[in-house]
Structures are given as C-alpha cells and as structure tokens.
C-alpha cells in the first residue's frame, strides 16, 4: 500500500473526492473517492414473514459496539413474541431502529442465513456499486456513529428512535467497488487473524485453570491431584498469617490529599486484580502529595512486599483478597484497604500469588467478607484462613511451572492487543475523513 498525500480541493461545481492517507498500489492512479448518498448505496428490503407455531426459526439482534449480530437462539414460532418479524440472508444489513445509540447495527453472515429478526430492524441489501462487507467496515467509523444519532428523535437518548429516511440522505465519500472489495478483504483477513490470536489466548488461560485444579488440593482434599514426579511427601496444614513476616495496612486518602502529579504514587484498590502482577494505570497513575506520603510513611512499600486488598467496592467482591507483585525499585503508598505482606522465607511468594487464584481460595474469599455495598475482609480473619503448603522446593517447581504459563500467556495478550491496535490504525489510514473535503 501507498501513503497518499491530502488531495487538493476539486471544481466547485464538482463532487467533492479525496484519497485516503493509505492506498492500495493497484489504486494509486485511480480516482479520489467520492461523495454519496448512503441510499445510493443499500437499500431497505423487508421480507415479512408468517412465522408458524410449531417451526422452529433462528431468532438473531445485533450486538452493541459493533459486535456484529448475535444469534438469541432456536425457538418455536409460537415463542417469538413480537408483532411482526422480517427473514434476513447471508449478505443483510441490519439497524436497529431503538440501540442506535449503542451504534447497534451489523452484517448477516452466513451462519445467520434465513434467521428472523423483529421489526424493531431495518432490513437493507446492497445495490450495484456498494460491496456490503466493506459497508460494514464503513459502519464502524466515528462520524457513522455520529450521524446515527443525529438521524434519530426522541428526548431521551437510550429510546431514540432512528429514521432511515434520513439517514439514507446523508453523504459519506466512497471508493469505487474494486477497492470497497480490496480493503473489504483487507480487514477482513486482519479480523480472522485477531480471532485466531484470540482464541490462542483463550485456550491458554483454559489450560491454565485446570492446570491449576490439578496442582493445588481441591475443597476437602489434602493433596493435589497432580504432581511432579519427585515429589511424594504430604502437603502440611498451616494458616496464610504463618507465611507472612509483618504487614502494612494502607493510608486513607482524602480528595485534598490527591494531585495530578507528583513523585508520590499511590496503589489503588483497582490494581489489584486476578493474575500476577500489579495492574498500575501508567496513563492516569495516582498521584498523592509529598506532605501526606511522608505523614504516612507506615503505608508505603517496596518491592519486597506482595500486595493485596481485603476491601472491595463492588459488592460481589471480584477482586478481594488477589495477591499480586510488582517489579519497579519505586515505592509506592497504599490506598485504605489496600495491604502490603511481607513473606518470610517459609513460602515461595509466587506459590502464594498463584494459590489466590485458585478455585478454593477464592471461595474462602467469598465466605469471609462482609458488608453489603461496600464488602471487606477483617486483617485479622483473612491471616487465620487455612492454607495447604507442600516443601519449598515443590513450591517453587510449582510456581515456575505456572509463572512459565503466565508469561506466555502475557506474550500472548500483548500480541492480541497490538493486532487490535493495529487493526484500529489501519482503519484510520483506509478511510478518508469527511472532515477533510471541508478543510
């Protein structure tokens, strides 16, 4: 592909065109695109249909954000409850008239061919000149989603009511259908590409959490059910307070005590969270001031400490009771609620950070905490909870093998989120902006 440079203004009297920054080489030379009418491009087909009792029918709606369309099952015709319904094929595209807000609109793909929405949709297909794959790409674009709100009515956003009579009105610039297909085809094989990747990373962490059913004891068990061949001694009953040398409760912070930056970082509740290490927000850390951190001193921590929180705000409490580490030489402050524990040297940390993630942790988790809105562990309750602990060095063979995993596992999501990252500067480099005609 060819970077193009902006194209200059055209005829006043001309249609405006424009090229995008990023050009296929077979298009190089081809005209700008131009603008068009989004009905010269699909139009709305409905195909009613009389459902009958007893068919069964493949009832589908669209995701929200651009999820594209979602099966909601097979059902008997006498169970659609709706007033009227449409059939869609392979090759549709559907809007929904009440989610436009949530850009709800997407492509039928074949294994949706001959399903039934509600009329709450607009069925359209393409006419001749408009490939429908690169129009659902077009779809994801900003100010797409823009227009679908400018093309509604209604007081209240979430029941606005989309009108495709003007929406259909609006102009958006246009390559001509080779080169819908070429970039059609381009983000369509980056998409299969990312649900590869996806589902890699997926089956990983599958394995991962029935690896880790295997090497941990299970609720009422004393040993694992899987171990490493060397290993034949009896794990030892003991209490998490045993491991843990000292520990720091966090510092409760005020609104007056926080500022946009400072060389005093603060560890929130929300970093800490299932896996290994501390998830610190590097693009909105948060920052406390030099006068409270050392007031405070008793709640900061170096990286001989594990982290973890016994309070959570959710009252589900996903995240309570998670150990994590950090690798940074900083120190940082702890967030009430938030601990430091120290391990003595009786327990391999990873092998604790690895044991709260498991099943039987975290139900203890889920029985200990109180509260409602706001749910918390008392300090004193989670270090006399039950812990079963194998010899150091099965310990350690044990975190190294999952430690290993969760490292490929890392690699992996990395790899997943620059092919998303990538997917998402390439759209802005396919498509001219608008915006651009006007400047």
């Not at 001749?128 to 690169?134: E, I, K, L, N, R």
Request: charged share 25%; with cysteine; aromatic share 10%.
């Amino acid at each position: 592909m060819n970077r193009q440079p902006k194209a200059t203004a055209v005829k006043q009297d001309a249609k405006p065109t424009l090229t995008p920054k990023l050009r296929f080489p077979a298009f190089r030379d081809a005209p700008g695109w131009e603008m068009k009418k989004i009905g010269s491009m699909l139009i709305e087909t409905p195909r009613p249909i009389d459902l009958g009792d007893e068919t069964e029918y493949r009832l589908v709606t669209v995701k929200r954000r651009y999820g594209g369309l979602v099966s909601r099952g097979i059902l008997k015709g006498k169970e659609i409850k709706v007033k009227s319904q449409f059939l869609v094929k392979a090759g549709d595209f559907l809007i929904s008239k009440r989610q436009i807000v949530h850009d709800a609109c997407g492509l039928v793909t074949k294994d949706l061919h001959d399903s039934v929405v509600s009329n709450e949709y607009s069925v359209l297909i393409p006419r001749a000149g408009c490939d429908v794959v690169f129009f659902n790409w077009f779809a994801k674009q900003p100010c797409v989603s823009k227009s679908f709100l400018e093309c509604s009515v209604g007081i209240v956003i979430e029941k606005m009511l989309f009108k495709l009579s003007t929406w259909q009105k609006r102009e958006f610039l246009f390559p001509d259908l080779a080169e819908q297909q070429k970039i059609a085809e381009c983000l369509t094989s980056l998409d299969e590409v990312i649900a590869a990747q996806s589902q890699k990373l997926d089956a990983l962490k599958t394995h991962k959490k029935g690896l880790m059913q295997q090497l941990f004891p299970r609720e009422g068990e004393t040993l694992p059910r899987l171990r490493f061949p060397e290993f034949r001694d009896d794990w030892k009953m003991a209490r998490i307070g045993d491991f843990i040398d000292s520990y720091k409760g966090g510092a409760s912070l005020t609104p007056s005590d926080f500022v946009p930056y400072s060389n005093y970082e603060v560890i929130p509740k929300k970093a800490i969270s299932a896996g290994v290490w501390l998830k610190i927000d590097t693009e909105k850390p948060t920052y406390c001031k030099e006068f409270f951190f050392k007031e405070n001193l008793q709640a900061v921590v170096d990286n001989t400490y594990l982290i973890t929180t016994l309070r959570d705000l959710v009252p589900s409490g996903p995240s309570i009771g998670y150990i994590v580490k950090f690798a940074s030489d900083k120190t940082f402050i702890l967030a009430q609620g938030v601990y430091g524990l120290k391990p003595k040297k009786t327990i391999i940390p990873d092998f604790l950070i690895h044991f709260s993630n498991t099943g039987r942790y975290r139900k203890m988790m889920q029985s200990v905490m109180v509260g409602s809105t706001q749910v918390h562990i008392r300090n004193s309750v989670y270090l006399n909870l039950p812990m079963s602990v194998p010899r150091l060095d099965e310990q350690q063979k044990i975190a190294n093998c999952l430690t290993s995993l969760d490292d490929l596992i890392t690699a992996q999501s990395d790899k997943l989120v620059a092919l998303k990252t990538h997917k998402k500067g390439l759209m802005q480099q396919l498509f001219p902006s608008p915006e651009e005609v006007e400047a």
